[in-house]
């Protein structure tokens, strides 16, 4: 590897100064109610970062926003230091190659007249990605552990597991920088939750993807995220190493987090520290 490759610098995904309100009315004088103020990070590729906070936070606005599916009433979106707005398919092409999607849901997000491998090659199609489909179709279902004898199956003749593979592995078919999991393992149970997560966090760390990780399952966000911030009212009221916020959380809303869970198990992954995490008392 040379030294121009080593000092490349990484693909980066920025929120800055992001504000988003809604208007609880048509009426043109109605107060808008924010959902956003004012909302800053970066995450660069190969880092995982953690967006935590309750129902009613803003993560699902925020998410919106940065999958140019949503503008900001103010702030911008910046991905590699381009501008990202809402608009064509055309126009947001390349951006979708290159940021994607993993759904909460993916039996009622995924076309159930679809078959697995069809459900793979369709983003390739549609945006154009160059390349042999079929062997990318292969590579990306193979990538995610799915055997070849579930290739022509259905979404709904799938188990809850094997479906979020099927999404994980649409996403990873165009071979991103960045993918955005929103609550990706909320449906699962344990066995299959922590199959997940693992093979998240593999492909992570592998690939050197950048995760933006949406949860309030802080069980999953020490196992898998280096980095978190924490929404409460719509603005960041904590950020920093997930270890540190969780071991020492100083908002509320982050201690009401911490406070919800009596025990956490030890992270498996390099990138957290080994010891195990235990909610503490609030102290007063």
Not at 221 to 244: F, K
Request: charge should be positive; charged fraction near 25%; proline fraction near 8%.
């Amino acid at each position: 590897m040379t030294a121009e490759t080593d000092t490349a610098p990484r693909p980066a995904l920025r929120a800055t100064g992001v504000w988003h309100s809604y208007r609880a009315s048509t009426r043109r004088r109605a107060p808008a109610t924010p959902a956003l103020a004012n909302v800053s990070f970066t995450v660069t590729a190969g880092e995982t970062l953690g967006l935590v906070g309750r129902s009613g936070s803003g993560k699902s606005t925020l998410l919106r926003i940065l999958l140019a599916l949503e503008r900001p009433t103010d702030g911008e979106i910046h991905l590699d230091g381009e501008r990202i707005r809402p608009g064509s398919v055309r126009s947001l092409r390349s951006f979708r190659r290159r940021v994607q999607y993993i759904p909460q849901d993916p039996a009622a997000s995924l076309d159930p007249r679809m078959s697995v491998e069809q459900l793979v090659r369709e983003p390739l199609a549609r945006l154009d990605v160059a390349g042999q489909h079929q062997h990318l179709v292969r590579t990306a279902l193979d990538g995610v552990g799915l055997p070849a004898s579930l290739h022509r199956q259905r979404v709904r003749e799938l188990s809850g597991g094997q479906a979020q593979r099927v999404a994980i592995a649409r996403a990873l078919a165009t071979s991103p920088h960045f993918l955005l999991a929103d609550e990706p393992v909320s449906g699962l149970d344990l066995p299959r939750r922590n199959r997940v997560l693992d093979l998240l966090a593999g492909l992570a760390q592998h690939r050197a993807l950048g995760l933006i990780f949406v949860s309030h399952d802080l069980d999953a966000v020490s196992r898998l995220c280096s980095r978190s911030i924490v929404l409460h009212a719509g603005r960041v009221v904590e950020a920093g190493p997930t270890r540190d916020l969780l071991d020492h959380p100083c908002h509320p809303a982050t201690q009401e987090l911490v406070e919800a869970v009596p025990r956490l198990p030890a992270p498996r992954h390099p990138f957290t520290d080994p010891t195990p995490f235990t909610a503490r008392p609030r102290t007063t």
